[in-house]
Structure formats: structure tokens, C-alpha cells
């Protein structure tokens, strides 16, 4: 039997931690993560960590495997996930890869070109000017710097701050555009990869997700954002979840509004994931 990597996909709230559980005992093997956000210890509430009961059931890969203090990137990724799939595939023949992180299934399917190491002072120094200045600064240094990129961002791309502050961070550290470095062609791996996509109605989808905001806030997101507000000029903490608390703590805003705010946003980056895995003709989608 040829190797296989499972590839569960879908927007957030959709059910992917259940589905892909459900595979892995099915299968008798175990579980790479492929969310950007829940491979950090520090992060559980506002990233929808699987439950300890969930990650009991199966053994689960980069979950809580880094610190906020690392650098963590779809290149750190595609190495962590082709070591890890390749012990693995050889205890159980087979793997499940779950998550909604499309740069990081990317990565580990296609490959990427490696980037040069960026002088970690440039990174320090886009973030501080991020936090001072805002977003609308961010958009305009990397439209002026790295116009190409710009140019082919979708309009979700150019209003995430850890994308557009990476983009910034290559240009002004390399001197080229980060476009220069992505493949021209896919890498062979040594493996089968399927991929299944999991899709609800995007109306049900919606409430779940609303509903998952107010659990996370009962939960103790509130107090979480508390104990982290110190690393709030991380790149790991810019993020749905997270800041949108900085106007409650400086008394500009309720706490209705900031759980507003998070399941607006959580809605919209459900979007755009949507949006990346549906141009991904290799996906077999499921109603879940």
C-alpha cells in the first residue's frame, strides 16, 4: 500500500478537529496540525485549541509545539511537517494533516524557495511601527516597497497584518520581492496526498462560529488576553482574538463590541479560507 497524507481543509467552526479524529482512528495513525495559530503554547482559548479530551482520543503534531517568542512560518512548517509525515508513514502507512492554515498545506504539498534569514531587527522594527502607526501605514510601505506583491494580493492578503509585515520584512531585508521566492514548479513528494474539503452552508457556518466566540469568552478568552497583553508586539499575537480586546483594556469600547468584533472577523477570515481552498481543484469537498 502506497503511503498516504490525508488532508482534511475547510474554514474554521466547520468541524475539521472532529473529522479528522474520526479518520486517524479509523486509519490507526495520528495527526499533523496545520494551523498557524494553535502550534503556540501560549495561545489555547482564542485559537480554538482541541480540547484536552479531543487531543487525548488521538495524538495530535505542532500543537503547543513553539513558543510566541519563535518564528514560526510556512517554511518552518514544511520542514517540521515532511519530518514528522516521514516517521510517521513509516510506523502506520498512513497520516492525517488537518487545519486551515493554506500556506502551510502549500508548503508541505508543493515546497517553497527558502528565504534568506532576515536580520531579526527589521522584523522588531515593522512591528513596533505597525503598533504606533496602524495598518494603513503597513498597506502603503508595502504597496511603495514591494508593489508587485500588491499587486497580486486579494483584498483578505492585504489586510492581514502577518502577511503584509513578512512581505515588508523580505523586501527591505533582501532587497527582492517575496514573490521572487515561490516556486515556479511543485516538488515531487514521496507519498500519496489526498485532500478532503469540509463545507457547511454559509449561514449555519456563521452561527456556529458566533457561537464560538461567546464559548471562548466564557471559557476565560478575556483572562487569557490579559496574561498576554505584554506580548502583544508579537507577530503570533496579531491576530483574530486578540486584538480586538486592545480598545476594551483602553476603555474605548465594550466587551459586547470586542465579541462582536471577533466573530465579524472570524466570519470574514472564514471567508477567505474559503476563497484559498476552493481554487484547489484537488480537493474532494464534503457537506459536514
Known sequence: MTPTVYIVVGPTAVGKTKYAIELAQKLKTEIISADARQCYQELNIGVARPSNEELAQVKHHFIASHSIQETVNAGTFEAYALKKSAELLAAFGSVVMVGGTGLYIKAFVEGMDPIPAIDPAIRSQIQEDVSLKGMDWLQAQVQAKDPAYWAQAEQGEQQNTQRLSRALEVVIGTGQSILSFQLQSKKSRPFNIQK?????????????????????????????????????????????GYQEWLPYFEGHQTREAVIQAIQQNTRHYAKRQMTWFKKDLEISWNQA
Open 196 to 240: 478532503i474539503g469540509l463545507e457547511m452552508p454559509r449561514e449555519q457556518l456563521y452561527d456556529r462560529i458566533n457561537q464560538r466566540v461567546v464559548q471562548m469568552v466564557d471559557m476565560g478568552l478575556e483572562e487569557e488576553v490579559i496574561a498576554l497583553r505584554p506580548q502583544f508586539h508579537l507577530n503570533a499575537l496579531q491576530t483574530v
